[in-house]
Structure formats: structure tokens, C-alpha cells
């Protein structure tokens, strides 16, 4: 990133110039595992992104500590390697400081669930226009194996060797019930899908949040295969599409139906039931997305893949401007040192 000021500030001045994939391709080795899902989800940003054209030089990509946290370096924009769980953090107050910024997260399931928990949760609240990718591969990949927060219950690692007896989180439950106004899943062997809901979540105002499941192929290899192999996908994932019936199977077959609140699958096979009847996505309803998310949780219902909300609701850092503006009109700017002066003091000899 040596020449990103130069080049860049030249480039985002020039009229109908356009970004290209190339464009947001560092010179730096990309240091992930031969195999792994973090490729597949750094080539679809960097597909995506230039789509937007927007300057590089206000683009932030900010990480914790984990596999995924490397992403800023293969990113040819400004980034921050912060420290383990802070990526929020950091990332909250560099959007406060710098609004016209557009600031995105790079976490883990570990990095933003675990030590990351709580920072998470209030980003979320607040709403502050940040992207949030979560790579969730259902292990810790950096330090060679231990459980993670989303690990399956009984879960055998390194650091669980007998199973581990935790209740895995939920990572779109738990974003939707953190107030997440954007909340989103797709997955690292669905290029396109990982694309589509990239971009949809880009062009959200406020917060978006989108889980990925990505494969580790040394510590927890095939946790997801179930919904990402071309022999298994078409049977056990339902796509989310606004304003579509959730209808699955390899001969689109079976489609989902509420129960009161309760979601079955029903077979359109034998004519008991017909499309009509099948549950119809509203990716604008909150109350859907919760009975969405807690499909996750229920191995005989196909996993959801797609938009599980999106909402509007003001955003933080423009509402604090406001305030600062407004208390500028009404008291002037401020001056430093003159506020340090002020009051009571006193001198120490």
C-alpha cells in the first residue's frame, strides 16, 4: 500500500474512471492455508467492490486477531490489524471520527464472538453504516484447533478432548437480537450468492451484518459440506428471496410452511399442498427473520441462505453530528485550551 495516496487520490479525481478487480490486489503474499474459504471470500469483495467506485482512499478495512484478520493486507485500501475482539471497536470510532469513510469489519467466529462479544453487540445496536463480514468455520484456525463459540455441542478439540458441553451461538439470532437492522448468511462455495448479498449489503444505510460459512480444511474440514456440496446443497438449504415462497430439493419439491409459528417442510410432491401455501420470505419483517434464524438450530429443517432482514432505522454517527452541529451553532467551536484552563487548577511547584 506504499503508493495508494499517490495513485489513488490521481485516480478517484479522474473523470469516468472505474475501479477494476485488480485494482484492490495488493502485492503481498496471500498467507492462508492451500484450500481454504478465506480466498474464495477475499476474491468476491475485491469482484464486488470496485462496482461501487468509491475511493480507495476512504475505504477501511479493519480486523482483530484470527485466520480471517490478515484481510486488510491483501486489500489494496487503508487498513487496521487491530487487537484481538477490537475490530469493532476500532471500527466505531473510526466512523465517528471520520463519517464520509466507508468502514468495513473483517472477524472471525472467535475474534468477534468470543473476546469480541460485547463490542459486537453494541455496534449493532447503535447502527453505525459499517459492513460486517463473519467468517464462521466453527473452530479457532490461527491457534491450530481449539472449539470455538459457534462449535457444535459435543465438539471434540484440542482444547475440548472429552466434547465440548457449550450451546454454540446462533450468529444470526444473536445479531437480530442485538437490534441488527441488516442481518445476512451465505457461504464461501456460492461465489455468485456471496456476491448478491455483498453488494446488498453494502448499499444498506447502517449496519450490515453477513455470517459466512467458510471451510477449514486442516482443523474442521467439511463442517459445512452438508450445504455447500453440489451432491447435498439443493436438499438441506433454502434460499431467502424477497417476496418469493421458500420452496428447496434437487427437484424443487419441498418447500416450507408455517405451523402457527412453528416452520415444517411439506412435500408439494403429493398434492396436499401447492406453492400457495409455502411460508412467502418478507426480508423486511423482524418477527420472520427470528423464526429464520432459529431454523439453524433445527436438523430436520434446511439451513436458510440469504437476507433474514433488512430494516431502516437512523444511524449513529449521523445523529451525533447533528448534535455536534447543533451545539456549534448555539455555542461556537470550542477551544482546547481553553477548556484544560478552565475551572479550578492548580500549580505544583
Known sequence: MSNLVEEVVTKSTTPNSKYTFKDFQTDQDVRWCPGCGDYSILAQVQRIIPDFNFPREKTVFVSGIGCSSRFPYYMETYGVHGIHGRATAIASGLKMARPELQVWVVTGDGDGLSIGGNHLIHLLRRNLDINILLFNNQIYGLTKGQYSPTSEFGKVTKSTPQGSIDNPFNPIALALGASGNFVARTMDRDP????????????????????????????????????????????????LEHGKPLVFGKEKNKGIRLDGFTPKVVSLADGKFSVNDLLIHNENDSTLAFILANMTTNPELPRPMGIFLDSSDHCYEVEMQKQIENVIQKKGRGNLEKLLNSGDTWFIN
Not at 209 to 233: H, L, R, S
Open 192 to 239: 455468485k450468492h456471496m456476491q448478491t448479498i455483498i453488494k446488498r449489503a453494502v448499499e444498506h444505510k447502517g449496519t450490515s451484518f453477513i455470517e459466512i460459512y467458510q471451510n477449514c480444511n486442516v482443523f474442521n474440514d467439511g463442517a459445512f459440506f452438508t450445504f455447500t456440496e453440489k451432491e447435498t446443497k439443493e436438499d438441506n438449504v433454502v434460499f
